[in-house]
């Protein structure tokens, strides 16, 4: 239970850093701000609700692990390499596909409420 209480402790931490220090997370938690508070306005479904929350979830867990990659790269290498560009370059870009397609999800859900 100590351990556990520990490990939470730590990806608090983790938490606390990421949004602090993060400019994407701050970004992406006013956005998910926005997006809550049109929720809120427009009238979702659960369902719709649970993935609107699904998908601000991933989007800021993506941005943690893609900070969290930058890091090991800078770690392991202050030396300009390719390897430390790909590594870079693909962790961005997995955020900035999970980052379109939740713009298309959110676009899916809520243009059809606001054109009705
Ligand atoms: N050690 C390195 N070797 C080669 N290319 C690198 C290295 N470090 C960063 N780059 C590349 O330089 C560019 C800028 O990287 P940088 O780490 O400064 O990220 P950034 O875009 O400033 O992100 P952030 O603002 O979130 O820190 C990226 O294309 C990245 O892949």
């Given at each position: 239970m100590?351990?556990?209480f520990?490990?939470?402790?730590?990806?608090?931490m983790g938490?606390?850093?990421?949004?602090?220090r993060?400019?994407?997370?701050?970004?992406?938690?006013?956005?998910?701000?926005i997006?809550l508070?049109a929720?809120?306005?427009?009238g979702?479904?659960?369902?719709?609700?649970?993935?609107?929350i699904?998908?601000?979830g991933?989007?800021?867990?993506?941005?943690?692990?893609?900070?969290?990659?930058?890091r090991?790269?800078?770690l392991?290498?202050?030396e300009?390499?390719p390897?430390?560009?790909?590594?870079?370059?693909l962790?961005a870009g997995?955020?900035l596909v999970f980052?379109?397609?939740s713009?298309?999800?959110g676009i899916?859900?809520f243009?059809p409420?606001?054109l009705?």
């Amino acid at each position: 239970m100590k351990t556990f209480f520990k490990a939470f402790t730590y990806a608090w931490m983790g938490i606390v850093h990421g949004t602090t220090r993060e400019r994407n997370v701050k970004f992406h938690l006013i956005a998910a701000m926005i997006v809550l508070a049109a929720g809120w306005m427009t009238g979702l479904s659960q369902l719709e609700w649970i993935i609107i929350i699904a998908v601000i979830g991933l989007v800021i867990a993506m941005e943690f692990l893609n900070a969290a990659v930058e890091r090991v790269v800078d770690l392991v290498t202050q030396e300009v390499h390719p390897l430390a560009k790909q590594a870079k370059d693909l962790a961005a870009g997995a955020v900035l596909v999970f980052s379109i397609a939740s713009a298309i999800i959110g676009i899916i859900i809520f243009l059809p409420k606001w054109l009705m």
